[in-house]
Structure formats: structure tokens, C-alpha cells
């Protein structure tokens, strides 16, 4: 009998572990995001927060938003993975030649 629930609790246990680790692996798709404005910072929160208009590599558009710990210089094109859950990975500061040539003319490249 203590061996069935030990198995019970074992495979409960790893069945959660499993569900919770995959949830990093939901990426959705990348969207790609120039700062053209102040990071907002609110109150309490030590974090900086962008609200911006991202393309995904079809050139779809959709509203991200995000949190830095150091704020970005405008002009700056950000890289911002999303998951089907919305979470946001880690954005990543990439060049006007890394991103997929359908979306190169939305972005100011001055």
C-alpha cells in the first residue's frame, strides 16, 4: 500500500514538473520592436516597461509589451520573443541587417 502511494505521488509530482517545464518551450514567434519613446517606470517597480508596436517576420503587427532592467537609446531595434501564454523572453538588441527583409522598411533607420 505505501508503495502505491509512493508511486502515485512520484508520477503526480513528475507529471507537474513536466507540464510547468514546457511552458518555456511555448514560443510563439519573435516580434521586432524599434524604441522611439521613454520607457515607462512605475511607481514601486525598479524595472523600466515599454508599451511599442512590434512586427512579426510576416510583418504582422501587435501591440508588445515588455520589461528591461536598464532602459534601451531610441532608435534601438529589439528583438522580443512571445510565448502562446504571453510571456515575453529576453529581449535582444539586434542590427538593421539581422531582421527579416520584409520588415526592414517599418523601421526608422537613421
Do not use: H, W
Not at 30 to 53: K, R
Not at 56 to 62: I, M
Amino acid at each position: 500500500m505505501k508503495k502505491m502511494k509512493f508511486i502515485t505521488i512520484t508520477l503526480l509530482f513528475t507529471i507537474l514538473l513536466v507540464g510547468c517545464g514546457e511552458k518555456g518551450a511555448l514560443i510563439e514567434k519573435d516580434f521586432y520592436v524599434q524604441i522611439n519613446e521613454e520607457a515607462q517606470t512605475p511607481e514601486g517597480n525598479s524595472n523600466y516597461v515599454y508599451v511599442v508596436d512590434g512586427y512579426d517576420k510576416d510583418g504582422n503587427e501587435k501591440v508588445i509589451t515588455f520589461f528591461v532592467e536598464k532602459p534601451f537609446e531610441k532608435g534601438t531595434i529589439i528583438r522580443v520573443p512571445r510565448s502562446l501564454e504571453g510571456y515575453t523572453g529576453d529581449p535582444e538588441v539586434m542590427n538593421v541587417d539581422e531582421l527579416p527583409n520584409n520588415i526592414k522598411e517599418k523601421f526608422n533607420q537613421s
